[in-house]
T-cell receptor, first 113, second 119 residues
Framework: KAGVTQTPRYLIKTRGQQVTLSCSPI?????VSWYQQTPGQGLQFLFE???????NKGNFPGRFSGRQFSNSRSEMNVSTLELGDSALYLC????????????FGEGSWLTVV | AQTVTQSQPEMSVQEAETVTLSCTYD???????LFWYKQPPSRQMILVIR??????QNATENRFSVNFQKAAKSFSLKISDSQLGDAAMYFC????????????????FGTGTRLQVFP
């Protein structure tokens, strides 16, 4: 059974550009959530999707957005990149939003220069 | 709002010995989940063990076990027979069970404990 797959794994972008990260959850999992990990702020919740609907959003500016497709795959987009957006972006999936087993992908490393 | 505190930034243990990582949390809810995740240098978050708050029995997964003290809001992780592969960052996390507010679905993480294992 494949785990949570995130692409790309590593990317470098320039300030002002935009980036799209992709996440394919474990087969059968319909809830996908995103987290940002930085040395200074630790692990912070970005947003959660279930059945193509955003259920919850963390305290991030509107430059951060996401969506979920009918096959439960999710994408997150960051527009007008800033240096402070450099981080590891982790995607997690579970059967449902209230699931007690949550699995993470390997993350996407974003460096903004 | 719920908070999770890990007061030990770093811990070390000798191979084959036992180590305990501490975690405390604050919540007004009675039902919730608690997790320990391991993050090795590859940075993938690996679920180590989980505990449902309504269960009094402490969870165990092979060499990993927890000491869940609900009244004290404490959730420590014990690693027995430590192995070199256990070296990693360990994160304690909390998740509500309530469905009334969508804001309760997220995982709330502590700041992590870096565990070093010496041969």
């Amino acid at each position: 059974k494949a785990g949570v797959t995130q692409t790309p794994r590593y990317l470098i972008k320039t300030r002002g550009q935009q980036v799209t990260l992709s996440c394919s959850p474990i087969s059968g999992h319909r809830s996908v959530s995103w987290y940002q990990q930085t040395p200074g702020q630790g692990l912070q919740f970005l947003f959660e999707y279930f059945s193509e609907t955003q259920r919850n959003k963390g305290n991030f500016p509107g430059r951060f957005s996401g969506r979920q497709f009918s096959n439960s795959r999710s994408e997150m987009n960051v527009s007008t990149l800033e240096l402070g957006d450099s981080a590891l972006y982790l995607c997690a999936s579970s059967w449902t939003p209230s699931g007690n087993t949550i699995y993470f992908g390997e993350g996407s490393w974003l460096t903004v220069v | 709002a719920q908070t999770v505190t890990q007061s030990q930034p770093e811990m070390s243990v000798q191979e084959a010995e036992t180590v305990t990582l501490s975690c405390t949390y604050d919540t007004s809810e009675s039902d919730y989940y608690l997790f320990w995740y391991k993050q090795p240098p590859s940075r993938q978050m690996i679920l180590v063990i989980r505990q449902e708050a309504y269960k009094q029995q402490n969870a165990t997964e092979n060499r990993f076990s927890v000491n869940f003290q609900k009244a004290a809001k404490s959730f420590s992780l014990k690693i027995s027979d430590s192995q070199l592969g256990d070296a990693a960052m360990y994160f304690c996390a909390y998740r509500s069970v309530l469905q009334r507010s969508y804001n309760t679905d997220k995982l709330i993480f502590g700041t992590g404990t870096r565990l070093q294992v010496f041969p």
